[in-house]
């Protein structure tokens, strides 16, 4: 009996130990892929707004959190996020972690960016882009010496200030690749991947003087232009992401029933010959229509969030996915 008495004991300090330390949560199934199509949308001196797709297994995500210095920030459902109230001319790194149902992290994706120079940009244009042309394909440009695969343009421009520098903020749409080049002249010279959609902006830094005669530094903005890289040996190309020009991303709508969604879309040599519209209240919205014209109305109900993008497609079955808007009916 003493010895039964004895294994009893021994058995129930290994099954109840002593060790209280929390443990970690045991995992089950595959680590959550990255997010995809990771871009900047929109830059200026003190903030910073992104988009993303979900990714491949999306149907397993929560929610994903975004980290600003590897700081977290928030847990969001959306696909795309802004921040604000950033320092001008700052490095910052921003990081993006699906979650998924069962709270488990999934694979990282970060992109570095630098906030825009000076106080802020002025109401009047004064910087005009003249090339590469908006919305054309750009085949001017020499075989760069050391990669067959790129080629080295140059890029134009027209300002009425009288600038202390430009600089030029060029973004590889399909590479998802941001370049930027400074200069004193209205030109300057950059190499860029062949067989590749591309936007390009000029941000120009000038003085001025206010009403007491005090000298500050502003910086203005152009607006921004896309072009492709023509390539090689390539029979077909796919056409210019669309662009959403209604509602804008994160507008307030109210007491409307129905909203007219629009965009306009380009190729760069060919035609669209349908644009998808997908459309709902879900962060990865489901096809509403298929349609030929740029503008589609849609049916709202009121408290409610919805989320739209296009895919252009044309005659050759090539395509390509606009960035994610969203907008709240009141």
């Excluded at 902006?201 to 492709?228: C, L, P, R, V, W």
Aim: aromatic share 10%.
């Amino acid at each position: 009996m003493k010895k039964i008495f004895l294994l009893f004991c021994l058995f129930a300090v290994i099954s109840c130990g002593g060790d209280d330390s929390p443990q970690e949560p045991i995992t089950g199934g595959n680590k959550l892929s990255e997010v995809k199509n990771l871009q900047i949308i929109e830059l200026t001196q003190t903030s910073v707004s992104f988009s993303w797709e979900a990714p491949t297994d999306a149907e397993n995500v929560s929610n994903y959190e975004v980290y600003l210095d590897a700081v977290l920030q928030e847990s969001i459902t959306d696909l795309t996020h802004t921040f604000e109230n950033l320092s001008s001319n700052t490095a910052y790194t921003f990081k993006i972690i699906p979650v998924d149902l069962q709270d488990n992290k999934g694979k990282e994706r970060e992109i570095t960016f630098t906030t825009l120079e000076g106080s802020g940009p002025i109401s009047d244009k004064m910087t005009n882009l003249i090339y590469p042309l908006n919305n054309e394909s750009c085949n001017e440009g020499i075989t760069n010496s050391d990669d067959a695969s790129k080629s080295d343009i140059t890029f134009e421009w027209e300002s009425s200030a009288d600038a202390l520098s430009y600089e030029l903020v060029l973004n590889d749409v399909t590479n998802k690749t941001i370049q930027r080049y400074t200069s004193t002249e209205k030109s300057l010279d950059a190499t860029i991947y062949k067989g590749a959609t591309y936007s390009w902006f000029i941000i120009t830094t000038f003085t001025s003087q206010d009403n007491t005669g005090a000298t500050t530094t502003t910086t203005e903005i152009s607006d921004t232009h896309y072009f492709y890289s023509l390539g090689e040996a390539i029979e077909s190309y796919v056409p210019y992401p669309s662009r959403l020009t209604s509602p804008a991303n994160s507008s307030v709508l109210k007491n409307k029933e129905t909203v007219q969604l629009s965009w306009s879309g380009s190729h760069p040599d060919g035609e669209i010959v349908s644009y998808e519209v997908y459309y709902g209240t879900s962060t990865v919205p489901e096809l509403y229509e298929t349609t030929s014209s740029q503008t589609l109305t849609v049916s709202l109900e009121s408290n409610t969030t919805y989320y739209w993008r296009i895919v252009a497609i044309d005659a050759n079955g090539n395509s390509s996915t606009s960035q994610l808007f969203g907008f709240i009916s009141e």
